[in-house]
């Protein structure tokens, strides 16, 4: 009978893990973060000692029966939980914990031999499918290569080992990683899309940033990130646009942990890697790569596919929840749409209420019941403009309840709101500025029409334009005039990259010195991801206002609302002359009228 102790203890630690892991297996990644985390806690601490009794009676559970996959599955949801746990606070730490556990499955190849049981073959292929991601956010890109090929080729096994079974599924999910993959992969000389102090602050500009002081400062803490295209590139419920938004919202630790342990496959498809020592996990690992002189990153809530009565409850409990003094970012990217009358947003409206009766938010159905009652008057009388065009966040098919329009954000505009919408139709939310409701928002609409010296370029498999302006400036210049990175231009990226950097600090210090700049831009100008998607807007802008292989049209160019100073006009001299430089570096000065 005292064998037996330890097995049953096992299955009754297991079963109690399993069950506190139902609770909050489907609990959304964003809304109260103080529920989740308590949620979070019971969980984790039934799966800590369920790892820990594991590790101490390893060899006499191993003599009753117990079998490597089954401890492959619990470090698998170790790491599935940590990783669930990042993507609701956007702390670094818990991606990185979650990485290791994954890493340390697949050198350890705790699913090898899955070929022979159905059911452990599907949960390989779950882990495989959740180690891409996580990979993919530290863009691990050798990593990711490695898990590509071999993820592919365990789905090819799958066929033939499981004949009766339709594995059509996970094929679509290798289409769709090693489409991301394509789109995704940086040139080897592609600088970090996380904020990097090394690269992004610049020591010139410096000492006027730290000298700034507006008569109100901001600090951002939250941000909402969701797109939707049709045949958009994505992988999972991470859609390329949003990856690239979600990365350039985060701290780079100093000394790169992404390059942490070098990757090498042997003859045989296993991987050698020197960072893990055999024998136990080390849970506290990610202590040792952390950068502790960091501030947190902001919370975002990344939304896929959201219908409107989601996302505005989630809208609503941030700015229910956001602290005194802080900005909320909200950042779309969709196709638009012109309603030719209001009835569907009738219905919409209709839906919004119905819904958020059932919903997770209902503890802030106050403000979005005023998001949906409030009447919309400017002082012309005109009531329709809010709701003549609006984003598309879902199918057509599915009618109102995936149409979001700019009076449906008026009511979030008594807390101060930085909005990024990237759309052919983002100049309809021109209307939200004059329109607040307690605080002025600060708006970046992108152009309606993208443009591309290649007219064949598809946007649907490179992801949008604008964003890319945001988070990888030099990557989207090269994009626009038709030039493709390679290893032998390194030397020449580097120097594009120290053009645009220049020009960057010069124009901080304009705008830190500037007596015309208007208090919506000042009071965000502290923080350094504002500041720099500001800086990246202004190139942007000037970049696609110089660009001559279009016809002259506003459509072309992105709006800024309010205004910022003329002195960074793309016609201004103070913009052309670093735009002029990379353009004849790169040998595309015929692209641009200067």
């Known amino acids: 009978m005292a064998d037996d102790v330890v097995p049953k203890t096992f299955r009754a630690l297991v079963e109690s893990a399993e069950k506190k892991y139902a609770r909050v297996r489907d609990l959304p990644a964003y809304g109260r973060w103080g529920t989740s985390n308590h949620y979070f806690h019971k969980v984790f601490k039934a799966y800590m000692r369920l790892w820990k009794y594991q590790q101490e ?16 599955e619990i470090a698998s949801r170790i790491g599935q939980l940590y990783f669930s746990q990042y993507m609701r606070t956007s702390e670094a730490r818990f991606l990185l914990e979650s990485c290791i556990f994954y890493e340390a499955i697949l050198n350890r190849k705790y699913f090898e031999g899955s070929g022979k049981d159905r059911m ?32 592919k080729a ?42 990097c102090a090394l690269f992004d602050s610049h020591p010139s500009s410096r000492p006027y940033v730290a000298r700034f002081h507006a008569k109100k400062v901001l600090k951002f803490r939250d941000a909402l990130l969701t797109s939707y295209h049709k045949n958009e590139a994505k992988f999972a419920e991470l859609t390329l646009d949003t990856y690239r938004m979600l990365q350039c919202l985060e701290w780079e630790p100093s000394g790169s942990f992404y390059q942490r342990s070098p990757v090498e496959p042997r003859a045989n498809g296993a991987v050698t890697d020197q960072s893990i020592t055999s024998g136990l996990i080390d849970i506290n690992l990610a ?34 929840e956001l602290p005194p003094e802080s900005v909320v970012l909200i ?24 819904s958020s009766k059932n919903s997770v938010f209902s503890r802030t159905s106050h403000e979005q019941k005023s998001a949906l009652h409030e009447d919309y008057t400017n002082t012309n009388g005109d ?6 065009s609006c984003l598309c966040l879902g199918p057509s098919r599915s009618g109102g309840s995936n149409n979001l329009y700019p009076g449906d954000l008026i009511p979030f505009t008594r807390r101060p709101l930085f909005l990024i919408i990237d759309s052919d139709n983002s100049h309809a939310f ?20 993208p443009s591309f010296k290649n007219p064949g370029t598809e946007v649907t498999q490179t992801g949008s334009q604008f964003t890319l302006f945001l988070a990888a400036p030099l990557q989207a210049f090269r994009q626009l005039v038709g030039l493709v990175s390679s290893d032998e231009d390194m030397d020449c990226s580097d120097a594009a990259d120290g053009i645009i950097s220049t020009a960057f600090a010069e124009w901080e210090v304009i705008l830190c010195t500037s007596t015309n700049l208007d208090l919506v831009w000042a009071q965000v100008l502290s923080d350094p991801f504002l500041r720099r998607l500001i800086l990246r807007f202004i190139f942007c802008r000037a970049v696609l206002g110089l660009f001559c292989l279009h016809e002259r049209g506003n459509e072309y160019l992105p709006v800024c609302l309010p205004k910022l100073p003329d002195t960074f ?3 201004s001299e103070t913009v052309q002359p670093a735009i002029r430089r990379l353009a004849r570096l790169l040998k595309v000065g015929d692209c641009f009228r200067f």
């Open 154 to 195: 365990i789905v090819d096994d799958s066929k033939a080992a499981f004949p009766g079974t339709n594995f059509k599924e996970w094929r679509l999910v290798v289409q769709e990683i090693v489409r991301f993959a394509r789109v995704y992969s940086p040139s080897p000389d592609a600088r970090p899309l996380r904020y």
């Open 331 to 354: 950042y779309i990217s969709a196709s638009g749409n012109t309603i030719q009358n209001t009835t569907s947003h009738t219905e919409s409206s209709s839906s919004s209420r119905k």
């Open 569 to 571: 006009s793309p016609d």
């Open 287 to 320: 202590a040792e790569m952390m950068d502790p002189a960091l501030p947190p990153n902001p919370k975002k809530a990344v939304l896929y596919r959201p219908n409107v009565p989601l996302l505005i409850s989630v809208v609503a409990t941030m700015c229910e």
């Open 57 to 72: 009676n390893r060899v006499r559970l191993l003599e009753c029966g117990l079998q490597r996959w089954e401890i492959g």
């Open 120 to 151: 452990v073959r599907f949960k390989e292929l779950r882990f495989y499918a959740r180690f891409l991601m996580v990979s993919l956010i530290l863009n691990r890109t050798e990593m990711v290569n490695l898990l590509v090929e071999q993820f």
């Open 383 to 388: 009531t329709g403009q809010y709701f003549e």
């Open 430 to 449: 021109k209307v939200l500025h004059g329109a607040e409701r307690g605080e002025k928002s600060a708006l970046f609409l992108s152009p309606l029409r």
